[in-house]
Nanobody, 118 residues
Framework: QVQLVESGGGLVQAGGSLRLSCAAS????????MRWFRQAPGKQREFVAG???????KYADSGKGRFTISRDNAKNTVYLQMNSLKPEDAAVYYC????????????WGQGTQVTVSS
């Protein structure tokens, strides 16, 4: 099992920036991919950005050019730098660990709220 703790959310004005962090612990050696998702009120959870199994970064179209995912392996932490934030970026952001353990498993953090004022 993988435990994930997100931090870094908050209130920011449109055009501002935030950096989210996701600290992983537990069976981190088994992680195949680390990803960020978000969920706005009344909407489905959607993919934002992530590292694939080969280490490459992928982004949803909504964040391309504005969001950057990075990681610090020594700290077992993944970051999401979000610039030029828009009101439509407001959501609860969740960190996800995808791994195989007698089947594919997704573990989630508790989420961190991002609010963008216009």
């Amino acid at each position: 099992q993988v435990q994930l703790v997100e931090s870094g959310g908050g209130l920011v004005q449109a055009g501002g920036s935030l950096r989210l962090s996701c600290a992983a612990s537990g069976s981190i050696f088994s992680i195949n991919a680390m990803r960020w998702f978000r969920q706005a009120p009344g909407k489905q959870r959607e993919f934002v950005a992530g590292f694939t199994s080969d280490g490459s970064a992928k982004y949803a179209d909504s964040g391309k050019g504005r969001f950057t995912i990075s990681r610090d392996n020594a700290k077992n932490t993944v970051y999401l730098q979000m610039n030029s934030l828009k009101p439509e970026d407001a959501a609860v952001y969740y960190c996800n660990a995808h791994y195989y353990d007698y089947g594919w498993i997704d573990d989630w953090g508790q989420g961190t709220q991002v609010t963008v004022s216009s």
